[in-house]
């Protein structure tokens, strides 16, 4: 309960500015670390894997708070509410596979041994369409009709639903495109960590907050 509490606080207490320019830097950073780490061919627990992972959950921190600024900013209607929470339960449910990642690399030894956890927790009923595939898809949905909502209303480019849609994409092209894709996010966002310097933490609103 504890943790929860304080994901919530340290979500609310980002300025949305930072969140804005950090989402993508570290999302960027997760894909650096990825590549250094199967240079060898072998992707597998070490200094690396821990660093890439644990960068990623920040960046997915501050995705959370970045998606409670544009739901602000699309007006907090019914559309831009349903959004922002489809989005960040997608989050949760990402957060949730790379803890899952980071527990498995603190594990083993080598990646023989992780694949054998992974089959392992892998095969338990739910654990793939909650944190692998089904569930996580709600952030890219979530984030991306924030964005075309934005759009619409000027507040970003016209283009950058495009770009939004292209980074979400990458991953299942080519993960080692991933720091490409976080350009690509850090372009995007650009009007939103440029008009919001002075911009104080907004909370994150309840669904039934919307007007």
Same mark, same amino acid.
């Given at each position: 309960m504890r943790s929860g509490v304080g994901v919530t606080t340290l979500i609310v207490v980002i300025n949305s500015r930072t969140a804005f320019?950090?989402?993508?830097? +570290?999302?960027? *950073?997760?894909?650096? @670390?990825?590549i250094i780490n199967g240079l060898d061919g072998v992707r597998q627990p070490g200094f690396t894997w821990s660093a890439g992972? +644990? $960068? @990623? =959950?920040g960046a997915l921190v501050c995705f959370v708070r970045a998606? *409670?600024?544009m739901r602000t900013e699309a007006g907090s209607g019914r559309l831009s509410t349903v959004a922002f929470w489809t989005a960040t339960v997608g989050a949760g449910a990402v957060v949730g596979q790379f803890? =899952? /990642?980071?527990v498995v690399g603190f594990? $083993?030894? /080598?990646? /023989?041994?992780m694949d054998t956890m992974y089959s392992s927790i892998q095969g338990m009923p739910g654990v793939m369409?909650? @944190?692998?595939? *089904?569930?996580?898809?709600? @952030?890219? #949905?979530?984030?991306?009709?924030?964005?075309?909502? +934005?759009a619409? !209303? !000027? #507040? #970003? !480019?016209?283009? *950058?639903?495009?770009?939004i849609v292209v980074d979400n994409l990458i991953p299942f092209v080519d993960k080692d495109l991933i720091p490409l894709g976080a350009v690509l996010l850090l372009i995007s966002y650009a009007p939103l960590y440029r008009t919001r310097e002075n911009a104080g933490p907004a909370p994150v609103c309840p669904a039934g907050a919307a007007g």
């Open positions: 320019v950090a989402a993508p830097v +570290l999302t960027a *950073a997760y894909g650096v @670390f990825r992972h +644990l $960068c @990623f =959950i998606f *409670a600024a803890v =899952i /990642d980071l594990l $083993c030894a /080598d990646r /023989d041994a369409p909650v @944190f692998y595939s *089904a569930v996580p898809m709600l @952030f890219f #949905v979530g984030q991306t009709i924030l964005v075309v909502q +934005l619409r !209303r !000027r #507040v #970003v !480019r016209p283009w *950058a639903p495009v770009l």
